[in-house]
């Protein structure tokens, strides 16, 4: 028997192989060397643990065949059967790895009931939410030896973007989802020393692609993808660590209201030089509107707030529990949080927005995101375009901290000016007088 297990893994292949967490995902940019992990990784699962139940999938027929079944019968013939009608590999301990697609997102169906002790998705973005979530009630075992566990590859793009980037570049757990479950590998062409000896050009091919495109495939940045509303994002320069901010810049708040689907308020506040700073974000699900104002109060303790916006829906009348007749504009007035009504100009509202993103004179981003609001960060740069309307947001994105957002910045706020009290004066003798009132954040 002759066993063609060539090539020697790098070291972010050899990560790979070596993480044993519940979801191990790994890729990120095009050429780093995806399908050969997950292929090396199943085949050695399988002659490492006698009667192990491997799943690999891909989401189309002729992508599964040319990545997968056609090398797996070449490395592993001689050694492993395989079963042409059910595309399985039947190994001699018993192990047997199981090769199928999804091309419809019904088809994860036909393994309804049935148990893997591993599951794999290879371009794992392009698979759904709800096939992953379905795939995942096929990941389990009753052996003491060997705990359930899923494989992922990816690149940026695809309709499964946002979960693949919420759980594993965001790392955004909900619910019952443990942070420690999860590991991210991230890879690119240049951590790939086979393909860049072989094939040296396709990095050059990689660099020629329109920017979006060489973004996600090159550099692995996973907020930019295809149809992307704001290209100009980019947490290098928009998000940045918490520093304090001086008591004296102007304050003001930004809520997107919302029960069933999230409400948003959003913390601003505005430096001399006219830059906006996002520095505290509140994102919570059916709750009610009271304890949104009492939670915004709280959290506003002890600072300046000027006003604070919200979305035209807050004054609409409805019946609250408790409350009937009130709006959700009198319930927060009446928690000690009056809201101003926003400028709900969509299309203008999303270009002032776009402004805010650009550099400014000093080079740098009229905005600037503090690190702790993860739901802006997140859903910012999945924003698309509408299919309809080439210059507005689809409506079918998790909009709500983008929308509070735009709300704070229509409101068009100015520039935080030093109190005349802090000035002082200063000896500059570049001044025509030698003497300039200049005012200094420090004091």
């Known amino acids: 028997m002759n066993l063609h297990l060539h090539g020697t893994p790098n070291p972010k292949q050899l990560a790979f192989f070596e993480a044993k967490a519940r979801h191990i995902a790994y890729g990120g940019a ?22 192990l139940n491997l799943l690999l999938l891909r989401r189309t027929l002729p992508e599964l065949h040319e990545n997968h079944v056609r090398p797996l019968q070449e490395e592993l013939h001689g050694v492993v059967r395989f079963h042409g009608t059910q595309r399985v590999f039947l190994f001699p301990n018993g192990s047997r790895i199981k090769l199928g697609y999804c091309d419809k997102e019904s088809d994860v169906y036909q393994y ?27 990941n389990r075992s009753v052996r003491v030896d060997f705990k359930p566990r899923m494989y992922y590859t990816c690149n940026p793009g695809g309709v499964g973007h ?19 479950d999860y590991v991210f590998i991230p890879a690119r062409v240049t951590d790939n020393p086979v393909l860049m000896a072989r094939n040296p ?74 830059r906006v700073i996002v520095y505290r974000e509140l994102y919570a699900r059916r709750t009610l509107s009271s304890e949104i104002a009492r ?49 709900n100009a969509r299309i203008s509202g999303w270009q002032r927005v776009r402004e805010f993103l650009a550099a400014g004179a000093d080079g740098q981003a009229g905005l600037q995101i503090f690190d702790t609001c993860p739901n802006l960060i997140r859903t910012l740069p999945l924003l698309t375009f509408d299919t309809f309307s080439a210059e507005d947001v689809a ?46 954040h420090a004091l």
């Open 30 to 51: 095009r050429g780093g060397g995806k399908s050969w992990a997950m292929r090396r990784k199943f085949v050695l699962l399988a002659f490492r643990y006698a009667g």
């Open 112 to 138: 309804q009931g049935q148990e893997y002790d591993v599951v794999g998705l290879e371009e794992a973005t392009h698979f759904t939410q709800a096939q992953m979530l379905f795939l995942t009630t096929c």
């Open 162 to 180: 946002a979960w693949v980037k919420r759980l594993f570049v965001d790392r955004d757990f909900r619910g019952d989802e443990r942070p420690e």
């Open 201 to 274: 050009e396709y990095l050059n091919t990689l660099k020629n692609l329109p920017e979006h495109l060489r973004k996600a495939h090159l550099d692995g940045n996973w907020d930019v993808l295809a149809g992307q509303y704001f290209t100009e994002f980019n947490r290098d320069a928009h998000v940045v660590h918490p520093f304090p901010i001086p008591t004296w810049w102007r304050r003001f708040r930004a809520m997107d209201w919302g029960y069933n689907d999230p409400c948003c308020v959003l913390w601003l506040a505005v430096s001399p030089e006219g």
């Open 295 to 343: 939670r915004v109060k709280e959290e506003s303790r002890g600072e300046a707030i000027a006003y604070t916006v919200a979305s035209p829906d807050a004054w609409q009348q409805r019946g609250l529990r408790g409350v009937e007749g009130q709006c959700i504009a009198d319930v927060f007035a009446a928690g000690g949080v009056p809201l101003l009504p926003a400028n």
């Open 395 to 440: 409506d079918n994105c998790e909009d709500h901290a983008p929308e509070a957002l735009r709300y704070g910045l229509m409101t068009r706020p100015g520039r935080s000016a030093l109190p005349a009290a802090k000035r002082v004066a200063r000896y500059d003798p570049l001044s025509n007088n030698g003497l300039e009132m200049r005012g200094y």
